[in-house]
Nanobody, 123 residues
Framework: RLEQAGGGSVQAGGSTRLSCVVSSDIVNWTCMAWFRQAPGKEREGVASFERDGTTTYAEAVQGRFTISQDIANDTLYLQMTSLKPEDTAMYYC????????WGAGTLGKYNYWGQGTQVTVSS
């Protein structure tokens, strides 16, 4: 199970952080990621974190968002800065056993999902 927290309403240019606690029964993940889905749009990858520490970002968030993991607390984070109205979406954390973490066709590989948390950025 993945339990999300954080998000909410933020002014453009502001920051917020999402967290995702990974339950102990999810032990075979190689990839963890954040996805987002805006109304009327498809779910898209935001950033991924591989067990070896490799991170990948969508071009739209590169340089503004940071994905990280706190191993001691089994928590995945997404630090979001310089937020824009177009970042408004429901954000989901997800895990998959690998080996493919990012790119075309990997969405379907993620078999554990958080409940989602809304981020709304106002201008």
């Amino acid at each position: 199970r993945l339990e999300q927290a954080g998000g909410g309403s933020v002014q453009a240019g502001g920051s917020t952080r999402l967290s995702c606690v990974v339950s102990s029964d999810i032990v075979n993940w190689t990839c963890m990621a954040w996805f987002r889905q805006a109304p009327g749009k498809e779910r898209e990858g935001v950033a991924s974190f591989e067990r070896d520490g490799t991170t990948t970002y969508a071009e739209a968030v590169q340089g503004r968002f940071t994905i990280s993991q706190d191993i001691a607390n089994d928590t995945l984070y997404l630090q979001m800065t310089s937020l824009k109205p177009e970042d408004t979406a429901m954000y989901y954390c997800a895990a998959n056993p690998g080996p493919f973490c990012w790119g075309a066709g990997t969405l379907g590989k993620y078999n554990y999902w958080g409940q989602g948390t809304q981020v709304t950025v106002s201008s």
